[in-house]
């Protein structure tokens, strides 16, 4: 009984720092990172899920964030005052995330959140900014129904997946005809919604999905996924493959290998050099929807400095989308607060809905009171000879209803 | 302080009266921290609050099964899933039922039910459950529950993403009504603490724990086996649900995602660190993982101890805790209490204390 | 594509992915006949040898040199797992072990997201990994074959192993019963270490097949494999290796044709099938296809 | 040449062995009798090192050995053929007996030995590749005797080789064990047959709950009064 | 030792008052006692009515074609060397096997295939030969087990703790420590079953398996690790329950004292037959007994 005695009054001092840690307090002694901490400082929230099953896309989304910031500061700040992003890790675990959220509102006193890159954290975090009437950013969940169930105080960096997916459906309607395999990932929200998505509006467009089949997240072997659409008559016009950024080159190396020659077109899950890594060769005559041509070579000047910076800083390319994503919803939400003038939420989220024109390395991004999904332009990338090349800048014709 | 464990005590068998105290102390302790917390503490720590409550109910339930019984379910969060989506579905607002689940058959389309009732019937949902599935797969022995369990697990996952009409599928369930406060949770947290101390108590619990120790024996003087684990798994899913819909109403957005092998671990670490079989263990484990987890998962931030700075380490947290649950495992195979109970009761026993002191002399 | 070329094309698959599972299954299984241990941190034994291999192919290491140190990484992995983690709790109840294990991967896995990141990396395999042979419709790549053919080598050597070398004998003396072992004068640890450096390098051989089939690895890389394999040792006999063996081939065939017959959305439900049909068969046969029905503990 | 000192051996808290002590002399035959339960396999396990005593000490050639694991104890030339057979059913005859042999590095020894374990047990010779599991009771025996003669033992421990066999199959085995005797092997024979056992062994210790309460000569316990009441059905 | 051994003297463990208030109590409490109806059957009426029974694990026979006709209020007495297949015919009467071929009627209804808890429900119950206590639970508690066979609990008012269920609980504790009382075990109530001393062990298996109230009361080798002076006193102690209790009483043992002087009747079993049947004396001198297991010097 004596150790359980010592047990439980551990338990109690634990409870002591808990509270100790966690009193708002300054940062520096125990709360999330601080990038850098002089005396005044402007603090924003930096939720990311760094560890567990989303890590592979939060972590390159923090860096980006984490790249802006170092630039930010660097530039001086937001007049003379520096930023500091306070990062908290939500474990992939609905329960942590909102707790961190509480957190970096609560005894962090962050004036703005950015973060996450799936619905589920979004929605889990979203709803607590909004109580606290503090503007909260995404800097990768895709789903346009977020600014609807949250409310005014969400955004999204990225555009939503309906539009993406209409710009999918109509430029494959339009180059390679009207018949099209379908198939996604049906574990993953995201590739659910594009999918779809991209079925509502080919099919409104006329075309005709002639088999549609699924995978679990999870599954790296679609063999037999690959061979049930090998044993359909004739081949569809193309293939259109809604899935995360982690399977896509597996996914596109098994067709390529088993025969299939077609094109195949998907989303922004396939920005990431892991495609033509892992696909090589194999990865030629594949069309995707993204934010911009993420290109060293060929992008745009913004782009190029991005990869270079980001390269010099963590030693390797950017590993998908998102690194480019967090690093503009960092620079969006410091440019907003500059331009409100103020660390006041409403008066942040006034200033991201007035945006126009902001030059983001992943397209430039527009808001309005009723658009906090970004208006975009939708780039899509051909790979060829192991590039990524600009096939289109698109803007749907339709979009599919949220 | 051995003595206030429930081993054998020379001391006089405690009055009524000192009975009651031993069992009012920690409910008004309790009373007094959640007021305190309430009323002075960040939101952050009223969340923790919270959550170490739920996380209580969760334990304590899955001891219930685990701790009682003897044979293991890794399938409990599968009844925590269908609590969760049983009550979110039954509570939804019905302007958010037409925009969220609008494929919904017309009976649940157009129903929309208080928080309790919901709670009940998400607990009654996961119960039937376990009894379907209970009567096939408790006749397994030892670890094939566990395996059988662990299947149980992956069918319900499969389930709640192809039931997209009620569950949305993959995507993100939202817009759940936020009834869950820190009563509720402590409410049904001490209900369920009754309903395991008074099961264990029970000829009920008796059954359960005669199977556990030596089912031979057990069967040799009537026990009948299943029947007792079915009544186990039955009680312990119901109130694993009643958690799941509590959870559900708090967390208010979640996907099949959240009620996975991450969740599982979490809870049976909890388990394990406290001891299979006592309740207040059950109680312990839970304080103490979430406790720890959330005091390491401050410090991985990175800190500076003086002169040295501690560089952020994420995922640090995850592997202490994995470190000190499998030291636990080591030194303390049966977990903090190992199947014994914390009895407040002897504080008030006055030759208890008089042999504490006595010792203290010698 | 025939039905039949259809039918042809599905077995090969079948086979291809039912090899990894069985070389996967084997591991597991024998570390359970000896101790009742689930080892669910086998699967991050494949995460270590191909990070290992892919670190070594990026610093220029010819494939075959690089596999060979890999395989040798992972099963000294697992003899440091053994020692560390599971010979203190050894005699535990199973379901402590299992515990443990669930700890290990834990840690494993947290481990690499810390040291190597969470990115998932390509993993360059060699053209004899990524060749592909067509014949008529059917196309087979290097890799399947490649799969099937070192599984069934490796299956042959094994079965020389356990069945002629002493410490093959002891091992399977040791899984039907350690006192008697013991008694005989087999060094228990040693057979012990012998089965988890066996069995992990097995599924070190597994992991490289499977980072080269992918095409990629990451942290997280081992836990649906070892899920499956776990699930196919215990279709196929829990604790045997011809046993894990059945098992492997079943669980693949299970998947690739539930996937292939399964019409449009509803084959999502494959895995619920899979497992579903995982408690059938132990409500049918509770120590698997090929467990030996132990008597009723009385 | 073997000789316990005091030695007490815990399950959990039970104590089962009390405070034994005993000594068997090189090239005798001892016989340790006692009802179930009185901790005669307890003793026994505790010699090769399957338990380890709490107190007391076990001595091997005047070499404490009681902190040794089994197979060190094979290496010593003690081994025990325990109660109940123990064979590997899933393993062939000749497998068991090479499990027997682990330890040893001389073929030719083994293969001598095997051969001279076949001639001992002729029936095993006819079975050589059956599984274990597929013999007979009595057949089963013979191989664990085998068996545990395979790592050619100095001293030799049998936990109840009559168990559950026919009179005549135990009158071979009792044969054999005078032989093995006569051919110098040291034998500590634990027995619920103590008429037989009596009979074959020079000496006799009588175990009663954990605890030595006679030992003397064999012929001498014969006629012991206590030992006929409760041990010889008188 | 022999102090845990020996029982509290006769008058003091079983003080017939204290026999009788539990007697009472009984028929009190229930609707229907079964031991009351035990109690109302005559001498010599057949409780338990055994054809031809046998069993064989993988074709190895344990017991064949065995008879036996057991009537109220005998002591019947089973001896014969190990692996005789004693056991096997005790765990196939209380139903923890089924046997190959045979039937078994237990007052008059066929049990052949029934489990155990529904044979010990109709009064035929048993203890083991390796102790088996409910370890971890209290001496008490290992009693009330077996106790709350006979009395019924709706759910409800268990969960809620209504008085109704309160009170059943009071009263079937007190029952519990009368029986451990009698058994001289009432002051160890709240200790652990596994801290009794041995002889400790052996008397509360009896109590336990007495609370479930039997009419026969099969016991597995009571007198094993006794020494001679103990087995008198579970002489004494068994006649008094045969009378207390109105039991009919199989005896399997070894110490043949015991057996020659308690038994009536007695059945020699070899290689899973009858070899003899009769009484006692005669059986000492049957010529097979002699020779199987008694051995020459009789």
Redesign the interface.
């Known amino acids: 009984m004596k150790r359980i005695g010592s047990l439980l009054s551990l338990a109690l001092v634990i409870a002591l720092l808990v509270s100790g840690c966690t009193a708002p307090a300054p940062s520096s002694t125990g709360g999330g990172e601080a990038a850098s901490a002089p005396a005044e400082t402007i603090k924003i929230g930096g939720a990311f899920n ?2 567990g ?1 989303l ?2 896309l939060d ?2 989304a923090a860096n980006g964030a984490k790249l802006a910031l170092a630039e930010i500061n660097a530039a001086g700040g937001v007049d003379g005052k520096q930023v500091e992003l306070i990062i908290r890790d939500g474990k992939t675990d609905p329960a942590t995330v909102a707790n961190i959220t509480t957190q970096l509102i609560d005894s962090d006193k962050v004036v703005a959140m950015i973060g996450f890159t799936d619905s589920d954290s979004a929605l889990a975090a979203g709803p607590l900014c909004q109580e606290a009437g503090i503007p909260f950013i995404t800097a990768g969940a895709t789903s346009p129904k977020l600014p609807s169930q949250v409310g005014d105080m969400m955004f999204l960096t990225p555009f939503g997946d309906n539009v993406q997916a209409a710009v999918g459906a109509e430029f494959a309607y339009d180059r390679f005809g009207p018949k099209a395999y379908l198939l996604w990932d ?1 574990g993953t929200e995201y590739t659910t919604l594009l999918a779809d998505y991209f079925k509502t509006r080919f099919t409104e467009l006329g075309g005709e999905i002639v088999l ?3 995978y ?1 997240s ?4 679609f ?3 690959i ?2 659409a ?2 359909l008559g004739e081949q569809p016009d193309f293939y259109y493959i809604s899935a995360v ?2 399977d896509i ?2 996914t596109v ?2 067709f390529r ?3 299939i020659t077609g094109p195949i077109v998907g989303g922004d899950g396939y920005d990431t050099p ?1 495609l033509v ?4 060769d194999a990865a030629n005559n594949v069309f995707f929807t993204t934010h911009a041509l993420m290109d060293a070579d060929n992008g745009s000047e913004a782009v190029k400095s991005f990869i270079e910076a980001y390269r010099t800083e963590y030693g390797h390319d950017p ?1 998908n989308a998102f690194a480019a994503l967090g690093y503009d919803t960092m620079k969006l939400i410091v440019d907003a607060i500059q331009r409100a003038g103020s660390t006041d939420g409403a008066a942040i989220a006034k200033a991201i809905e007035e945006t126009q024109g902001f030059p983001g390395v992943a397209g430039e991004l527009n808001y309005s009171a009723s658009e906090h999904v970004p208006r975009k332009g939708v780039t899509m990338i051909e790979v060829k000879d192991g590039k990524f090349t600009l096939a289109a800048e698109m803007v749907p014709e339709k979009v599919p209803a949220p | 302080m051995d003595d206030s464990l429930s081993r054998p005590v020379s001391v006089a068998q405690p009055t009524t009266w000192q009975r009651y105290a031993g069992v009012a102390t920690p409910l008004l302790l309790l009373l007094l921290v959640t007021l305190y917390i309430q009323g002075a503490s960040s939101a952050y720590i009223q969340r923790v609050w919270i959550i170490l409550g739920l996380d209580i109910i969760l334990v304590a339930s899955l001891n219930l099964f685990n701790g009682f019984t003897g044979v ?1 379910s890794l399938g409990h969060v599968g009844f925590m899933a269908i609590g969760a989506y049983v009550s979110a579905i039954l509570t939804l607002p019905l302007e958010k039922k037409a925009i969220n689940l609008p494929d919904l058959p017309a009976w649940l389309a157009h129903i929309q039910l208080g928080f309790f009732p919901a709670i009940l019937i998400g607990g009654l949902a996961a119960t039937l459950v376990a009894l379907a599935i209970g009567r ?2 408790l ?6 529950v ?3 369990t662990l ?2 697990l ?2 319900v996952r ?2 709640l ?2 039931a997209t009409p009620y569950t949305r599928g993959s995507r993100t369930f939202s817009g759940t009504p936020a009834y869950t406060t820190v009563w509720w949770v402590y409410g049904w947290a001490l209900v369920t603490i009754y309903v395991a101390w008074r099961v264990l108590r029970s000829p009920y619990g008796r059954a359960m724990l005669a199977q556990r120790e030596d ?2 024996a057990a069967r040799s003087v009537g026990v009948r086996v299943l029947r007792s684990r079915m009544w186990a798994f039955g009680i312990s899913a119901f109130l694993t649900g009643v958690a799941g819909a509590l959870w559900g109403h708090y967390i208010l957005s979640f996907s099949p995602n959240a009620f996975y092998f991450a969740e599982t ?1 979490s809870i ?2 909890m388990l ?1 660190v406290g001891g299979m079989g006592s309740i207040s263990g059950s109680v312990i484990g839970a304080i103490l993982v979430v406790l720890l987890s959330e005091v390491l998962r401050n410090l991985e931030g990175g800190f500076s101890l003086g002169v040295v700075q501690i560089p952020p ?4 947290s ?2 202490l ?3 000190l ?2 030291g636990i ?2 030194f303390r ?1 049966e977990g903090l209490l190992g199947g014994r109970e914390i009895d407040l009761t002897k504080l008030f026993v006055v030759d208890y204390w008089r042999s504490v002191f006595r010792r203290k002399e010698v | ?1 025939s ?1 039949f070329e ?1 039918g042809v ?2 077995l090969i ?1 079948a086979l ?2 039912g090899s990894l599972y069985a070389l996967m299954a084997i591991g597991l299984a024998m570390v359970f006949g000896i101790l009742r241990l ?1 080892n669910f941190a086998h699967g991050d034994l494949m995460m270590v040898a191909s990070y290992t291999a892919l670190f070594l192919l990026i610093d220029g290491f010819p494939f075959l040199g690089a596999a060979i140190v890999a395989v040798v990484v992972a099963a000294i992995a697992g003899l440091a797992m053994e020692r560390v ?1 599971y010979r ?2 050894r005699g ?5 072990m ?3 294990s ?3 991967t ?2 494993l896995e ?2 690499a ?2 040291t190597v ?7 360059p395999a060699p053209p004899f990994l ?1 060749t ?1 042979f ?1 014949l008529g ?1 059917l ?1 087979v ?1 290097s890799v ?1 074959v490649v799969a099937i053919v070192t599984t069934a080598i490796l299956l042959v050597l094994l079965t020389f192993f356990v069945r002629r070398t ?1 410490t093959g ?2 091992m ?2 040791a899984a ?2 350690l ?10 640890n040693r057979v012990i270490a012998y089965a988890f450096a066996i069995g992990s390098g097995l599924a070190g051989v597994a992991g490289l097949l ?1 980072a080269a ?4 690895v ?1 942290p ?2 081992g ?2 494999p070892v899920l499956k394999a ?2 196919a040792a ?1 279709i196929g006999g829990f604790g045997t290796i011809p046993g894990a063996v059945v098992g492997g081939y079943v669980l693949g065939f299970l ?3 539930l ?2 017959i399964l019409p ?2 509803s ?6 099938f899979v ?2 049909i ?2 059938l068969v ?2 049918i046969r ?1 120590n698997g296809i090929l467990g030996v029905q132990e ?4 | 040449m073997l000789r316990l000192e005091n030695v007490e051996v815990f399950y959990g808290n039970i104590r089962a062995l009390k405070g034994v002590s005993f000594s068997v002399r090189e090239g005798e035959l001892v016989t340790l009798i006692g009802s179930n339960g009185a901790g005669k396999s307890t003793t026994l396990n505790t010699i ?1 090192g ?1 338990l380890h005593p709490r107190q007391g000490a076990i001595l091997y050639e005047d070499e404490p050995i009681h902190r040794l ?3 060190q ?3 010593r030339g003690i ?2 053929c ?1 109660e109940g057979r ?6 062939t005859v000749d ?1 068991n007996l ?3 042999a ?2 040893r590095r001389d073929p030719e020894g083994v293969r001598q030995d095997r051969e001279w374990v076949y001639a001992l047990f002729p029936v095993l010779a006819e079975r050589l590749h059956q599984l274990g599991g597929t013999l007979s009771g009595g057949e089963q025996q013979m191989l664990a005797i085998g ?2 003669l395979m ?1 050619r033992p100095r001293l030799l421990l049998m936990d109840e080789p009559s168990l559950g066999l026919a009179p005549v199959l135990v009158q071979t085995i009792f044969q054999t064990l005078q032989q093995l005797k006569a051919q110098g092997t040291t034998i500590l024979l634990v027995e619920q047959n103590a008429h037989q056992a009596l009979e074959i062994a020079d000496r006799g210790y009588i175990l009663e709950t954990g605890r030595i309460i006679l030992g003397d000569a064999a012929a001498t316990l014969r006629t012991n009064k206590l030992v006929v009441q409760s041990y010889l059905g008188g | 030792m022999s102090s845990c051994f020996a029982y509290v003297r006769p008058t003091q463990w079983l003080r017939l008052d204290d026999a009788r208030s539990f007697a009472d109590s009984d028929s009190r409490q229930t609707d229907q006692s079964e031991r009351t109806d035990a109690a109302r059957l005559d001498n010599g009426q057949i409780l338990l009515q055994v054809r031809n029974l046998s069993k064989s ?1 993988r074709g190895l026979l344990a017991l064949q074609g065995y008879d036996l006709t057991l009537r109220a209020g005998e002591i019947l007495g089973i001896i014969g060397p190990n692996g005789a297949g004693k056991t096997t015919l005790f ?1 196939l009467l209380t139903g ?2 089924t046997p190959t071929t045979g039937t078994i009627h237990f007052r008059g209804e066929d049990v052949t295939s029934a489990p155990p808890p529904v044979i010990a429900e109709m009064g035929l119950t048993r203890t083991f030969q390796n102790i088996r206590l409910f370890d971890s639970l209290s001496v008490l508690d290992n009693v009330m087990v077996a106790q709350q066979l006979h009395t019924s609990y709706a759910f409800w008012e268990t969960i809620i703790g209504w008085p109704t269920f309160l009170r059943k609980e009071r009263s079937v504790r007190q029952e519990a420590l009368d029986l451990l009382a009698l058994m001289g075990l009432a002051d160890q109530a709240r200790r652990r079953a596994d801290e009794l001393p041995y002889g400790g062990q052996r008397r509360l298996e009896i109590a336990r398996a007495l609370a479930t109230r039997p009419a026969v009361l099969l016991l597995d080798e009571p007198a094993a690790g006794m020494n001679p002076h103990e087995s008198d006193q579970l002489h004494q102690l068994i006649l008094d329950l045969r009378r207390e209790f109105a039991l009919t009483i199989v005896l399997v043992e070894h110490d043949m004292r015991l057996v020659m002087n308690l038994c009536e009747r007695l059945q020699v079993l070899n290689y899973g037959e009858i070899i003899a049947e009769g009484l006692p004396e005669d059986i000492r001198r049957h010529p097979r007994v002699v020779e199987s297991y008694l051995g020459a010097a009789h």
């Open positions: 760094l560890t099953e890590s592979s972590v390159p049906k549609e089949d699924t679990q999870g599954d790296k072997d063999s037999a996924q061979a049930k090998k044993s950024p982690d080159g597996t190396k098994q290998e088993a025969g892991l890594e892992v696909a090589g590993e | 293991f096939p797969v006749r397994l022995s030892g670890h094939y566990a395996v059988a299947a149980f992956v069918i499969v389930i993403i192809n089912r031979a671990f049976i670490t394990v380490l994420y995922g640090m995850q592997i805790m994995a470190i649950f499998i495992l080591i195979r | 594509m039905f259809y094309q599905q698959n291809s992915i689930i983690a203190p709790i535990a109840p199973d379901v402590a299992l515990l443990t669930f700890a290990v834990i840690v947290n481990v997201v810390l990141g969470a990115r998932s990396r390509a993993f990524s592909v067509t419709n196309t790549s399947n002493d004998i002891s399977r003396a039907e019963d006192v008697a072992a013991q008694l005989m004068g087999i060094n228990i499977w089939k992918v095409g990629k990451d997280f890389m836990f649906s776990f699930i215990v998947e690739i044709f996937q292939g449009g959305q084959s999502a439900y494959r895995d619920a497992f579903g995982l408690i132990l409500l509770p008597r009723e503990e009385i | 090769v399957l694991s089994p197979f104890m094979i290496q081994s025990l325990p123990r064979i590997f059913g899933n393993l497998d090479r499990m027997g682990i330890q068996r545990s790592s | 694990f765990h923890f096997l």
